[in-house]
């Protein structure tokens, strides 16, 4: 089919993905190096005339460094150790089972989630004064909260299991996605019938399988956990903090020349958020060796019941520590005056709502807007780079094309890149450059994290379509262009919207890049919500919280209804 295309046409359309991945990975290099210069004393703009080793030296010399950077390199580790051995688990032991599909559809929801929304729910959860200590109130005899220091504690744990409690289903979704490629029933059963346990035989023969495809997901999560910034500020210790919220005073400092230690320090977060992903490639490594060293012993693990029992908690745990946040930020919303250790509200009003939606309707609508424009943006350009890359192999079967690795590099640079260690950069060259803060600079800066999230979740579906649809439209006369818009877009209606819903998620949920790019004159629900952390006030916090959230799940909502509604009459674009 490919002979009717001109030269032209068929050399712009090889070339077309590889420059449109570049562009979308400009803005991280730009950024390293709009870094580097200042980390290295070189900013003529604030009388860094000279490269210079000071600005590391200061870093290096500040109080509490090394407590801040093993912080960071634990939560990065143990987040994504923590959670890889959990969804492994829990798939070894229900995979198959008709548990799973139920599974599936009760974890979606929760990628309509902020990060910060759910770290506020958990910490209404687990502080002192939090449900889980009014529960125990009555057992263990207390009449006012206990003197622990649980939120915030120096080892940064109530931290690493909020993030644990997000990043768990959505590293389980990601797997969801990718076990039909692994054929775990065949393997599964030629396991079980050598006397396998389910565990172990799912673990041996289908588990590399599933690892292997979600490997890039599970990089992703290490490098945002070793340099988060909104859960830290809500969960995280303060004395010293995790590096990336050091780092964050220090861009903000009133004296200009903090620039320059601001540098030198994300260029040390970057070298953390590596060892983090270096640490835990080896960490593969010995995950693989232990694998074939246990299938060569031969043993069998046929009685693996109480192991399953356990296997069942993580997940679920992590789902419900979500889900009763929500509940009680709904809670604290309504509230009066909420007693310990009174389990329920004894009075309900709307106060704090009128209050935050009155004060909130900016930035709820400039979050709406961004989010929009960004997720818009990055869908066609994403459409763009995956056609571009299908057209080039028209005669290939469904699932047959992939995205060339380097390509593919280049577009999820952004979510393996530490953002604190690029954005700001970015931040100093737009000042440098003169550029005020506005509306379309920070749909600009969102779009580079939305693109990533939004190719992440079409290219699978793009690429899997039967071209014989196509064939067929062809054969009856039609144009490309008719087929694109036709056939093509109308079949992969819920997959496009699914991820414009994802797509505005993520921008929803961007803290640092909001801050850093607006400067504070562009608020958003994200940022209103994470500084309402120094006030304290529950009952706002719960508010500001649930409608960072409702954005991100009416979005989440309409790529679920919409294609119904479009399939009506149509039983075959039905989705299974």
Wanted: hydrophobic share 60%; proline share 8%.
């Amino acid at each position: 089919m490919s002979g009717d295309v001109p030269p032209c046409r068929m050399c712009f359309t090889a070339i077309l993905p590889a420059l449109l991945a570049l562009l979308l990975a400009a803005p991280v290099a730009v950024g390293l190096a709009g870094v580097a210069l200042p980390a290295f004393g070189y900013l003529p703009a604030l009388g860094g005339d000279a490269f210079s080793l000071d600005p590391l030296r200061a870093v290096l010399a500040a109080p509490g460094i090394g407590v801040s950077v093993g912080l960071s390199f634990a939560a990065g580790l143990l987040t994504t150790a923590v959670s890889v051995v959990g969804v492994a688990l829990f798939l070894a032991a229900f995979s198959g089972s008709r548990g799973m599909v139920v599974v599936r559809q009760a974890l979606a929801p929760l990628l309509a989630v902020p990060h910060a929304a759910a770290a506020f729910g958990i910490l209404f959860l687990i502080a002192p004064s939090g449900l889980l200590f009014r529960l125990a109130a009555v057992p263990l005899g207390l009449e006012r909260p206990p003197d622990l220091l649980i939120v915030g504690d120096p080892l940064a744990l109530s931290m690493m299991a909020a993030l644990v409690a997000k990043e768990m289903p959505f590293l389980m979704l990601v797997a969801f996605a990718a076990l039909p490629q692994a054929d775990p029933e065949r393997r599964q059963r030629l396991g079980r019938s050598l006397g396998y346990g389910r565990m172990a035989a799912f673990l041996l023969t289908v588990w590399p399988s599933v690892y292997r495809q979600i490997r890039l997901p599970v990089i992703a999560v290490a490098a945002f956990a070793s340099a988060v910034v909104d859960v830290a500020l809500i969960l995280g210790p303060s004395t010293p903090a995790p590096l990336a919220v050091r780092l964050i005073g220090w861009m903000n400092d009133p004296d200009l020349a903090m620039r320059f230690k601001a540098s030198a320090g994300a260029l040390v977060q970057l070298v953390v958020t590596l060892a983090v992903i270096l640490a835990w490639l080896g960490l593969e490594r010995v995950g693989g060796w232990l694998v074939r060293r246990e299938a060569a012993k031969g043993r069998r693990h046929a009685s693996d019941t109480a192991l399953r029992g356990l296997a069942a908690l993580p997940v679920p745990l992590a789902a419900l520590a979500v889900l009763v946040g929500l509940a009680l930020l709904l809670l604290w919303s309504v509230s009066g005056f909420w007693g310990f250790p009174d389990l329920l509200p004894p009075t309900l009003n709307l106060q704090s709502w009128r209050r935050a939606l009155d004060a909130a309707s900016g930035p709820l609508w400039t979050s709406f807007v961004v989010a929009l424009a960004a997720a818009t943006i990055a869908l066609g350009l994403v459409v763009t780079l995956l056609e571009a890359r299908r057209r080039r192999f028209l005669a290939a079967r469904a699932g047959e094309i992939r995205l060339p690795s380097a390509i593919a590099g280049l577009i999820y640079l952004p979510l393996i890149v530490p953002q604190i260690a690029f954005v700001f950069g970015l931040q100093v060259l737009i000042l440098v450059a003169g550029l005020t803060p506005s509306v379309p600079l920070l749909v600009a800066a969102h779009l580079i994290f939305v693109a990533p999230y939004a190719a992440l979740a079409l290219a699978d579906p793009w690429f899997a379509l039967d071209p014989r649809y196509e064939r067929v439209a062809a054969g009856l006369g039609r144009s490309r262009r008719a087929i694109f818009f036709r056939v093509r877009l109308p079949m992969l209606t819920a997959p496009i919207l699914t991820a414009l819903a994802i797509g505005f998620a993520v921008s929803i949920g961007q803290y640092l890049p909001t801050v850093l790019i607006g400067a504070g004159r562009l608020p958003t629900i994200t940022t209103e919500a994470v500084a309402l952390v120094a006030g304290g006030n529950r009952r706002v916090i719960g508010a500001y919280a649930l409608l960072q959230t409702a954005l991100p799940f009416l979005a989440f909502a309409a790529a679920s209804l919409v294609p119904v509604l479009l399939a009506r009459g149509r039983r075959g674009m039905r989705a299974p």
